[in-house]
């Protein structure tokens, strides 16, 4: 059964950074690209960060990038996505997807029910 869980949400103060982990059984992570997204109350879900299978190409949200970064840890079958001077705007419940098509403009969810596999999320809430 394929699984994705996310961990590693939780309040920080502006500026803060946090490590988010994405984790999967059932099939592996190495093999697929990945993306992060987060979705705010009452705003659309949105791509944050995403990575290929080969580490490149790679995604970053304008907002984000010099900030947040996307890592993955092959032996343990986990990605990361390390976020560093956490803004207020940066609150929202964070997904990790897999797999994803990731160009280095855009990152996207497979269309079709089950063709992209999503985890519950975790919240991240920065305030201060």
């Known amino acids: 059964q394929v699984q994705v869980v996310e961990s590693g949400g939780g309040l920080v103060q502006p500026g803060g950074s946090l490590r988010l982990s994405c984790s999967a059984s059932g099939f592996s992570l190495a093999s697929n690209a990945i993306g992060w997204f987060r979705e705010a109350p009452g705003k659309a879900r949105q791509a944050v960060s995403c990575?290929?299978?080969?580490?490149?190409?790679?995604y970053s949200l304008d907002s984000v990038k010099g900030r947040f970064t996307v890592s993955r840890d092959n032996a343990k079958n986990t990605v990361y996505l390390h976020m560093n001077n956490l803004k207020l705007e940066d609150t929202a419940l964070y997904y990790c997807?897999?797999?994803?098509?990731?160009?280095?403009?855009?990152?996207?969810?497979?269309?079709?029910?089950?063709?992209?596999?999503w985890g519950q999320g975790t919240q991240v809430t920065v305030s201060s």
């Open positions: 997807a897999v797999p994803v098509s990731v160009m280095d403009v855009m990152c996207v969810p497979y269309p079709g029910q089950g063709a992209t596999n």
């Open positions: 990575i290929s299978s080969t580490g490149s190409p790679t």
